[in-house]
């Protein structure tokens, strides 16, 4: 069974369900039906159409919830529009989807909750841990999401600075998350660029490419992370990198700077220096105190009290961290950085194993761990 066939059709095909008259909630349901009946039929019977083959199914689907429900017999005359057999018609809805969820009635953060769930794939689960809220907390929004935009047709854009957001951490999670996304969002992100002539939208795309290109540097043969100043720099993607770069400085020209643009900016002074240890750690913190003043976001300041770690040592960075909430995410982490910087082993060793049960993932804790183990190796020599 192709999961990755039918995680790319999905979209489509519930866009084209809400087309022709289901409401958001009832086409979603509708088409996880047929994503289910799918994993049972196809391995034995393949279709020649899987596109064709899940529009009429979820169609069917859909049709039979909408007579199982005695409020909403008006729909049982869409029987009579039940798409006739044969291929279905080869166009991308996904980015319209993505508009319909950043739908203008609902706030940003339940549309991108929406849209990470609905289109990008994403587990509530992971959805409440990229937002630090309980799953049932997430639960909760997402289906309020679904039904405020029940009924509502492609006639009404959604905001595209939402959409943005949303491609933003669709990439994040196909990045370091269990679900590949990060290709996808980057041909979303294009499409979006050629169609909305502005700054941010180039920006993201320049951010993404930059990220992509150390992709296949960041994890070891055997699964383990690799950190940036230790990755083989000679595996990145120079042809990504180049076009990132050329994008950004289109972008930055026309001075009309924003979060994803400055993000980006950080991103190419990594990608442009031949080792880490010629770095311009000076020119980022510049970029970070940019982000901050755009953003205000507590995860920006902990970035920057790294590169105020790596530009003005490590007693600055400290001095930095010490102003931000020891709660954050991955703070933990960076004090133990910075403390074996300062040559203080023993605390480092002591934050690097208190961060690893704090971890997010397994690839991370079991990184942390090792980076605990091996100062405690060191000390004990």
Same mark, same amino acid.
């Given at each position: 069974?192709?999961?990755?066939?039918?995680?790319?059709?999905?979209?489509?095909?519930?866009?084209?369900?809400?087309?022709?008259?289901?409401?958001?909630?009832?086409?979603?349901?509708?088409?996880?039906?047929?994503?289910?009946?799918?994993?049972?039929?196809?391995?034995?019977?393949?279709?020649?159409?899987?596109?064709?083959?899940?529009?009429?199914?979820?169609?069917?689907?859909?049709?039979?919830?909408?007579?199982?429900?005695?409020?909403?017999?008006?729909?049982?005359?869409?029987?009579?529009?039940?798409?006739?057999?044969?291929?279905?018609? =080869?166009?991308?809805?996904?980015?319209?989807?993505?508009?319909?969820?950043?739908?203008?009635?609902?706030?940003?953060?339940?549309?991108?909750?929406?849209?990470?769930?609905?289109?990008?794939?994403?587990?509530?689960?992971?959805?409440?841990?990229?937002?630090?809220?309980?799953?049932?907390?997430?639960?909760?929004?997402?289906?309020?999401?679904?039904?405020?935009?029940?009924?509502?047709?492609?006639?009404?854009?959604?905001?595209?600075?939402?959409?943005?957001?949303?491609?933003?951490?669709?990439?994040?999670?196909?990045?370091?998350?269990?679900?590949?996304?990060?290709?996808?969002?980057?041909?979303?992100?294009?499409?979006?660029?050629?169609?909305?002539?502005?700054?941010?939208?180039?920006?993201?795309?320049?951010?993404?490419?930059?990220?992509?290109?150390?992709?296949?540097?960041?994890?070891?043969?055997?699964?383990?992370?690799?950190?940036?100043?230790?990755?083989?720099?000679?595996?990145?993607?120079?042809?990504?990198?180049?076009?990132?770069?050329?994008?950004?400085?289109?972008?930055?020209?026309?001075?009309?700077?924003?979060?994803?643009?400055?993000?980006?900016?950080?991103?190419?002074?990594?990608?442009?220096?031949?080792?880490?240890?010629?770095?311009?750690?000076?020119?980022?913190?510049?970029?970070?105190?940019?982000?901050?003043?755009?953003?205000?976001?507590?995860?920006?300041?902990?970035?920057?009290?790294?590169?105020?770690?790596? =530009?003005?040592?490590?007693?600055?960075?400290?001095?930095?961290?010490?102003?931000?909430?020891?709660?954050?995410?991955?703070?933990?982490?960076?004090?133990?950085?910075?403390?074996?910087?300062?040559?203080?082993?023993?605390?480092?060793?002591?934050?690097?194993?208190?961060?690893?049960?704090?971890?997010?993932?397994? =690839?991370?804790?079991?990184?942390?761990?090792?980076?605990?183990?091996?100062?405690?190796?060191?000390?004990?020599?």
């Amino acid at each position: 069974m192709d999961e990755a066939l039918l995680r790319s059709l999905t979209p489509s095909v519930l866009a084209i369900l809400v087309r022709r008259g289901a409401d958001f909630a009832a086409a979603e349901d509708a088409v996880q039906e047929a994503l289910v009946e799918a994993v049972r039929v196809w391995p034995a019977e393949p279709p020649r159409d899987p596109k064709g083959w899940l529009v009429t199914v979820a169609w069917r689907k859909f049709l039979d919830a909408t007579r199982a429900d005695t409020a909403r017999r008006r729909r049982e005359d869409l029987v009579d529009e039940e798409p006739a057999p044969g291929p279905a018609p =080869a166009v991308d809805d996904t980015l319209q989807l993505y508009f319909l969820c950043a739908h203008p009635s609902l706030t940003p953060s339940s549309a991108v909750a929406l849209t990470l769930r609905a289109v990008g794939g994403l587990t509530t689960r992971q959805i409440a841990q990229a937002y630090l809220v309980p799953e049932a907390t997430m639960a909760q929004r997402i289906s309020r999401a679904k039904r405020t935009v029940s009924g509502v047709g492609f006639d009404r854009p959604g905001d595209v600075a939402t959409v943005l957001r949303v491609l933003y951490l669709v990439f994040n999670e196909g990045y370091s998350g269990d679900v590949d996304l990060a290709a996808e969002a980057i041909r979303l992100t294009r499409q979006l660029a050629a169609r909305v002539d502005h700054p941010e939208v180039a920006g993201l795309l320049a951010l993404m490419l930059l990220h992509h290109a150390r992709r296949g540097a960041r994890t070891a043969p055997d699964g383990s992370l690799v950190p940036l100043a230790e990755q083989d720099r000679g595996r990145w993607d120079t042809g990504a990198i180049a076009e990132g770069v050329a994008i950004l400085q289109a972008a930055l020209a026309r001075d009309r700077l924003g979060e994803f643009q400055a993000q980006a900016a950080v991103a190419a002074l990594h990608a442009d220096a031949p080792t880490a240890e010629e770095t311009d750690w000076v020119q980022i913190v510049e970029w970070y105190d940019e982000l901050a003043r755009l953003t205000d976001s507590p995860v920006v300041r902990l970035n920057r009290a790294v590169a105020v770690g790596e =530009a003005n040592g490590p007693r600055a960075g400290l001095a930095a961290l010490a102003a931000l909430d020891d709660a954050l995410p991955r703070h933990t982490a960076v004090a133990a950085y910075l403390h074996e910087r300062d040559g203080d082993l023993a605390t480092a060793a002591r934050l690097y194993a208190e961060a690893a049960r704090k971890a997010p993932d397994l =690839a991370e804790r079991d990184h942390l761990t090792r980076q605990a183990a091996r100062l405690n190796a060191r000390r004990s020599r």
